[in-house]
C-alpha cells in the first residue's frame, strides 16, 4: 500500500511497526525489534514514556490548540523552562526542526540589519561542508549533498561553505556582511563527526571578536543524547543561539524551538514570523515535561555510562571490520569494511536479527537508542552485530574463494 501510496522519498527498512514500549517496536506480525535508531534522536526518552504520556493526556482533557492569536497558559512557562534550561531568556517555539533553522536563519538576518547594521539584502552566513539541517528549499540551498540538492533549484543565496573542524577557514570566510555561523557541534547525517577539541571554543572566539551570531543547531545532538545536555557542553561553549526539536516533543509531537537571549530573539515583531501550531499548549506541556526531565541530570548521566558502555563493545568488534567508530554518549557512527556490504545491506541483517540502526552514506551505521535501553540490551545488539559482521566477512571471503557459505542460523 505505501508503495503505491505514499511518494518514495525514504528507503525504510522492512519492518511495519504495529507497536512500541520503551526501546523496543513490535511489528504486525508480533516480532520484537530494538529500537536503535530512535526516531534519529527523536525518541531519547523512550517510545511512549509514561511521564510524557500523562503529561499530554492530562492537557487534552484542558486545551489542545488555541494558535498564537491568544494566549494559552501553557506558552510562558514552557519557554521560561527552556530558555533557563539554555542559560538564555526567550525560546521561540515552532515544529519541526527544519522550521526552527528556518527561524533561526531569518532571525540571524533581521538581527543583522537591524542590530548590526549589515546593509538590508546583503547577510552571508557561514555553514559547513557536510552539514545535513533540514529539507526546506533555503536549507537544501547550502547542503553539499548533490541528491539533496538535485532538481530543487533555484536556491537561496548569502551562504559560505567552509570545511567542518577548520576554525582557520571559517574564519577566513567571514567579513562585514556576516551575521552568522551555522553548525551542528557534532555533525549527524554526515556520520556522527565529532570535531577536534579545539574547533568549537574557537569558533566562539571568533563569532564573539567579529560580532556574529554562533547558530548550534542541537536538534539531533542534543536533550541528552551525548550524555550532556547540549553537544556543546563537551567543549564548554555556549551558542549565541540553540536550534533544538526531535526529543523536546518527547517522541509524540513535533516541538522545535530557537532559544537565545532577548537581544537577539527580540527583534522580531508582529507579523515578522510565526507558525500556527508553534507552541500550541499541548505542545508545550509535552515540551515542559521534557525540560523538567532534563533538569534532574538523570538522562544524561544515564547516557553518558550507557555510552560508554556501547563504545567499549564497539571498540571490540574493531577488529572483525570496522574501519572507523566516532561519537560521544549513546551516539555511535561506525563505518565498516565496504567488503562486507553496503549500510543498507548491513542494516538490514541487523533488522533480521531483530536490531534496527539506521545507515548514512556508503558502509557507515548509527547506533543511536532510546536512552530507556539497558546495558544488558546494549550487550545483546551488539552480539547481534558481531554476529552479522562474522557472516557478511564469511559471505566476503567464500565470494573471493569461490566456496560455497553457510549461513550459522541454518546449522
Ligand atoms: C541536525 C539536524 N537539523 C535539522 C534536522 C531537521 O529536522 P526535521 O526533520 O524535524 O525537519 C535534522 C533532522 O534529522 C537534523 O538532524
Not at 387 to 392: E, G, H, K, M, T
Amino acid at each position: 500500500m505505501a508503495a503505491r501510496h505514499v511518494p518514495q522519498n525514504y528507503s525504510p527498512l522492512p519492518v511495519v511497526a504495529a507497536s512500541a514500549q520503551g526501546a523496543w517496536i513490535t511489528d504486525v506480525a508480533g516480532a520484537r525489534y530494538l529500537d536503535c535508531l530512535a526516531g534519529y534522536s527523536a525518541l531519547n526518552f523512550g517510545h511512549r514514556n509514561p511521564e510524557i504520556l500523562a503529561a499530554l493526556a492530562d492537557q487534552l482533557t484542558r486545551v489542545t490548540l488555541t494558535s498564537r492569536a491568544l494566549h494559552s497558559d501553557r506558552l510562558g512557562p514552557f519557554c521560561r523552562d527552556l530558555a533557563d534550561l539554555c542559560g538564555k531568556d526567550m525560546a521561540l517555539p515552532m515544529n519541526t526542526g527544519a522550521e526552527a533553522v528556518e527561524s533561526a536563519i531569518k532571525v540571524a538576518r533581521k538581527w543583522g540589519t537591524d542590530v548590526k547594521g549589515v546593509p538590508a539584502e546583503t547577510a552571508s552566513i557561514v555553514v559547513a561542508s557536510g552539514n545535513f539541517h533540514g529539507r526546506t528549499t533555503t536549507i537544501v540551498s547550502f547542503s553539499d549533498d548533490e541528491t539533496a540538492r538535485r532538481g530543487f533549484g533555484p536556491f537561496t543565496p548569502g551562504f559560505r561553505t567552509v570545511p567542518f573542524g577548520d576554525a582557520e577557514s571559517l574564519a577566513a570566510a567571514i567579513d562585514d556582511t556576516t551575521v552568522a555561523v551555522l553548525l551542528e557541534p557534532i555533525q549527524g547525517e554526515a556520520g556522527i563527526i565529532v570535531p577536534p577539541p579545539d574547533y568549537l571554543p574557537a569558533v566562539r572566539r571568533i563569532c564573539s571578536e567579529t560580532d556574529v551570531l554562533l547558530i548550534l543547531d542541537e536538534i539531533q545532538s542534543g536533550l541528552g543524547r551525548t550524555g550532556k545536555t547540549f553537544a556543546s557542553d563537551h567543549w564548554q561553549v555556549a551558542p549565541d543561539l540553540y536550534v533544538l526539536g526531535k526529543a523536546l516533543g518527547g517522541g509524540v509531537l513535533p516541538v522545535s524551538a530557537v532559544v537565545a537571549d532577548s537581544s537577539v530573539l527580540g527583534v522580531l515583531h508582529p507579523g515578522e514570523h510565526g507558525s500556527t501550531f508553534g507552541g500550541n499548549p499541548l505542545a508545550a506541556a509535552v515540551g515542559s515535561t521534557v525540560v523538567g526531565m532534563l533538569e534532574t541530570g538523570y538522562w544524561q548521566e544515564r547516557a553518558a555510562l550507557l555510552g560508554d558502555h556501547l563504545h567499549r563493545r564497539l571498540h571490540e568488534l574493531s577488529t572483525k571490520g570496522l574501519t572507523g567508530i566516532r561519537g560521544l554518549g549513546l551516539w555511535a557512527g561506525i563505518d565498516v569494511d565496504p567488503a562486507l556490504g553496503t549500510g543498507k545491506e548491513l542494516s538490514t541483517a541487523l533488522a533480521q536479527r531483530g536490531v534496527l540502526v539506521k545507515d548514512t552514506h556508503g558502509s557507515t551505521l548509527r547506533f543511536a537508542p532510546p536512552i530507556v535501553i539497558t546495558i544488558d540490551e546494549i550487550d545483546w545488539a551488539m552480539d547481534q552485530f558481531a554476529d552479522v559482521l562474522a557472516s557478511c566477512s564469511a559471505s566476503a571471503s567464500a565470494e573471493v574463494t569461490g566456496r560455497p557459505h553457510t549461513d550459522p542460523r541454518h546449522t
